[in-house]
Nanobody, 116 residues
Framework: QVQLVESGGGLVQAGGSLRLSCAAS????????MGWYRQAPGKQRELVAT???????NYADSVKGRFTISRDNAKNPVYLQMNSLKPEDTAVYYC??????????WGQGTQVTVSS
């Protein structure tokens, strides 16, 4: 089992920055991919960014050039640096871990609110 705990959400004005952190515990050696997803009210959860065990990254088109996913060492912790935030970035952000066997683990989510 893997436990994921997010932190760093909050309220920020448009154009501002936030950094989200995701701390993993448990069987983190089983994790292949770490990622961030978000879900806005009335919308489906969507992928924001992922980082693979070997370091390659992927981003949603809507955040490319503004958000950066990274990690300190191995797989833990994982960060999401969010710059030039827009009101449409407002959502609950979830940390995700995908194991080599295909099992998904989720954090409890952290609220990000961007005011215009």
């Amino acid at each position: 089992q893997v436990q994921l705990v997010e932190s760093g959400g909050g309220l920020v004005q448009a154009g501002g920055s936030l950094r989200l952190s995701c701390a993993a515990s448990g069987s983190i050696f089983s994790i292949n991919v770490m990622g961030w997803y978000r879900q806005a009210p009335g919308k489906q959860r969507e992928l924001v960014a992922t980082i693979f065990s070997r370091g390659s990254t992927n981003y949603a088109d809507s955040v490319k050039g503004r958000f950066t996913i990274s990690r300190d060492n191995a797989k833990n912790p994982v960060y999401l640096q969010m710059n030039s935030l827009k009101p449409e970035d407002t959502a609950v952000y979830y940390c995700n871990g995908l194991s080599y066997s295909g099992k998904n683990y989720w954090g409890q989510g952290t609220q990000v609110t961007v005011s215009s």
